[in-house]
Nanobody, 123 residues
Framework: VQLQASGGGLVQAGGSLRLSCGVS????????MGWFRQAPGKEREFVAA????????YYADIVKGRFTISRDNAKNTVYLQMNSLKPEDTAVYYC?????????????????WGQGTQVTVSS
């Protein structure tokens, strides 16, 4: 199973980035997908999650209204559109896959993880 995250980079505050995560080795449409992030010296935190068909999405309060998670099951890819970025959004962003989606804010419930992509927001 491989989760390949991409799209990170350096952006000024107020800017936008779109992260992508391509998934292979599993039936993508059977997996609940999540995005998490980890900043230096901080614990990993939940960012967003999306159900198997994309009909339901979940967001951390700190990104609600700024970030949008989506998926394309035909392309085996999940996306994270990030707008109005702030310096405190700087972190390594990870995509993750969970077969059951029962505890979507909890990283421990996800079976598979990508390698992470760095997002740096300058002030």
């Amino acid at each position: 199973v491989q989760l390949q995250a991409s799209g990170g980079g350096l952006v000024q505050a107020g800017g936008s980035l779109r992260l992508s995560c391509g998934v292979s080795g599993v039936t993508f449409s059977r997996y609940f997908m999540g995005w998490f992030r980890q900043a230096p010296g901080k614990e990993r935190e939940f960012v967003a999650a999306i159900s198997w068909t994309g009909s339901t999405t979940y967001y951390a309060d700190i990104v609600k209204g700024r970030f949008t998670i989506s998926r394309d099951n035909a392309k085996n890819t999940v996306y994270l559109q990030m707008n109005s970025l702030k310096p405190e959004d700087t972190a390594v962003y990870y995509c993750s896959a969970d077969r059951y989606g029962r505890s979507w804010p909890q990283g421990a419930s996800y079976e598979y993880w990508g390698q992470g992509t760095q997002v740096t927001v300058s002030s």
